[in-house]
Structure formats: structure tokens, C-alpha cells
């Protein structure tokens, strides 16, 4: 072998001070992990920091006073958000309606993409349904809360509808019997269109919903929840005081209520909740979808099991098997909530001035804080926003986005730009998704 040897000339000073240049703004970090582990960022300074942040966190703006943003700065494709939300204006009789909601998928990204794209139409119908057939009684605020639930329920009876129709009817009747083989040949059907793949993931995989609905006169607040994300009710009081009001509940093993509403529906089975979470998989104890803890098991370890997905494995699908005595596991049954909102005109008491929704990736962002001071914290954010842009009498900011920037790190850019631009292949946030939405 001949060995070739390269001169290469000693690199000038010019040379070296472009060299510097191009590694100033890196920095490494452990990412608060304290082990060996070492991390490349860029820091970034404004106003490039913030048009970072716009770039990946695609912030949107309603003329009904909502603001959004959804976030997930790991883009690798298995790392790809799973979080989906919807925003829609519903002109009706007496004015528009405003309907937001926030859907965190777990498992895959089908569920919530399937409940973004069709839960708000399905309400929606079956609300103008209601006004025409009742009447002015359609109005009264338990009659829209029945519309919620209901239609919330239906849908996710759709899902499981949708999956079920896919297989034969001579499969459903004999289902442990059905040769594994024929199972995997029909759902596995991407190179055919994908229609039973695409169904199956659907029901097997699962979302969260957080719903809100305002009557067009905003004096009436509706919020439906299924699962573990946050709605918060941001007042102020005549002194200009904020203060926040904790709408629902989580839907999560981590709830003492929900871990016994669960075991007293399923007596006998010490593992239906295990380290909390649902038959030891499974965090959230509400959802749409997660049709394999809802249905008997043979749905489980003769079709869902046989899916060729890189988003489950195989071998955690069969270690719950076992515990799956006595279905359904996970609810469908979402809690809904009415607030009659305070009004600046003709009240003195404090003014319901906005609601945060959000997934749990905001929620992780506070680690450390309690439910109520994680709130209170982000009342203030917004609140300190839209009285800045009162005061400067100035278009006002996306107040989702600057909720998203606080939980980042706010002004320590250095905190912010690591989150942003930490060079890791695994996530190192969940999936965030926040939805303002302003009454004043």
C-alpha cells in the first residue's frame, strides 16, 4: 500500500479568528441529568432566539380573541408530536360560537389526529341539532353539558365502530379461534391503501381531549376533559390582582380518585392499577381510543398484538395480557364543567378574563410546583402580557407563545436557547400544546 502524505500550511491568524467565530455561540450541557453526558446547544440572541421559537412552535391567532401554539423541538421522526388541537369559529342563530380543544396522543399520533379532525364536526352538529329541535331551552347550561358528553362518548363508540367493521363477522364470532396469520394479512394492509391499518391504529392507539366551548355572548363557559391535560381560568380583580381557578381534574393512575374508581370497578385485580398507571401501561385513565384495554382481550393478543408498527411493541402488549380479566379498563365517560363567567360590565367582583388549555408537556415544564402554584404562575404569565399590551395600548402578543417561552426558561436565554437547540436524537420535552383564549 502506498502512503500518501498531505502538507497542509499552518492556519493564519484571520484563519483562526473565523474558527473561534464559528464555535462562540456553542455551549454544552448535561441537561440537568448530572451524568457523564454532555450535550451540544446554540445560543442564540435575539431576535433570533424568539424567531426560533415561532419557527417551532407555529404560533396562530383567532379573530375571537384564541391564541395557539403546539411544540415539539426533537425532529426526528420518531420523536414527531403526537399532540393535535383544534380552534373553530361556529357562526349560529344569535352569533358565534368558539369551540377549542387540545388532544394528546400517546402510543401513536392517529387517534388525535382522527379526534382534531372530526370531534369538533360532530359536535358541532350535534349542537345546532339540539337549538333546532328544543328551542330556547337548548340553552340552558346542563342541556349543553349533555350535548358534550354524549357526543365525546359517541365518538369514541365510533372508533372502536370503525376498527370492529373492519374485521369479518366470521372473525368476531370465533375470534380466538381465527388463524393469527389471516389477522396479520388483513390489517396489515399499507401496500393496499392502508384502510384497515389505518383504522386499527386508530382504535388501538389513544388521545386525551380538552374541550371548551363559549356562547357567542361569552357569558357561559363548557369545559369537557378526558385524561391528564389542564384547563385554567385566569381572573382579576378590581385592583388588578390575578388569580387562578383550577377547572377540572386529572385523568391519570397519579389521582388517588381515579386508581380507586378503578380498582372498586374491578375488584380482585391488583393489577388493573399498577404503579400508576392502567394494567401497569397506560398513564391516563380516560381517553378515546385505547380500544385494547376497552374491548376483551382475544381483541388484544389476536389483532392488536399482531400490528407491524414501529409505535408499539410486541412484547409490552403481551406482558398485560394477563391482566386484562375484566374489561373496559379505560373510560370513555369525560367530566364536564360550567362556569358562568364574570363580566366587567355592571360587576364589581373580579372578571373572568381568560382560559389556559394545555397538555401535560407544559405541565413537566414546572416540575417541582404544585397543581394550584403551577396555575397561579401561569395566570400571572398572561396576565403580566395583557396588561403590558393594555397599558402600551399596543397589537397584542400570541399569549400562548409567551406562556410556551416562560416554561422554557423565559428571559434566561441560555435556558431557552438549550431547549430550543440542544443537539439530542431523543426528545428531552414532551409534547407541549397551549390554547389562550381571551374574554375581555
Known sequence: MTIQVVNLSPASLDDQRHALEEVRDFATTDMDRGGPGRWTYRVLREPALTQELKRLSSPKSWRSGVDAVTFQPCQ??????????????????????????VFDGHMNGDTS?????????????????????????????????????????????????????????????????????????????KSRGGHCYLRTAQAMGGTTALITLTDPRKENLWVANLGDCQAVLGSRDSAGRWSASLINSLHN????????????????????VRCERVAGFLAPTRALGDAWLKLPAPYTYKVFHNIEADWISRHDISACVPRLLTPPYVSSQPDVFHRRLRQSSGYSGP????????????????????EQKMADEWVNVVGRDIDASLRNQCARSNLAMGLLRDGLGGDDTQLVSRNLTVEMEERWVDDTTIIVQRFL
Not at 393512575?253 to 388493573?272: F, K, L, T, V, Y
Not at 372578571?351 to 405541565?363: E, K, P, R, T
Request: proline share 8%; hydrophobic share 35%; net charge negative.
Open 113 to 189: 389526529e382522527l379526534a382534531a379532525r372530526k370531534l369538533p364536526s360532530h359536535l358541532r352538529q350535534a349542537l345546532e341539532s339540539r337549538i333546532r329541535t328544543a328551542g330556547p331551552r337548548a340553552l340552558a347550561p346542563d342541556a349543553i353539558s349533555e350535548v358534550l358528553a354524549q357526543t365525546i362518548t359517541q365518538f369514541d363508540d365510533l372508533i372502536i365502530s370503525h376498527f370492529l367493521n373492519v374485521l369479518p363477522e366470521s372473525f368476531r364470532a370465533n375470534l380466538p379461534n381465527v388463524n393469527p396469520n389471516h389477522i396479520r394479512q388483513l390489517i396489515n394492509d
Open 351 to 370: 372578571v373572568d378574563a381568560f382560559v389556559i388549555l394545555c397538555s401535560d408537556g407544559l405541565q413537566d415544564m414546572y416540575d417541582g410546583l404544585s
Open 253 to 272: 393512575g397519579s389521582n388517588p380518585q381515579e386508581a380507586r374508581r378503578i380498582r372498586s370497578e374491578h375488584p380482585g385485580e391488583p393489577d388493573c
Open 76 to 101: 426526528s421522526y420518531q420523536s414527531r408530536s403526537q399532540d393535535r388541537y383544534a380552534v373553530e369559529e361556529w357562526p349560529m342563530p344569535g352569533g358565534t360560537w368558539v369551540f377549542s380543544g
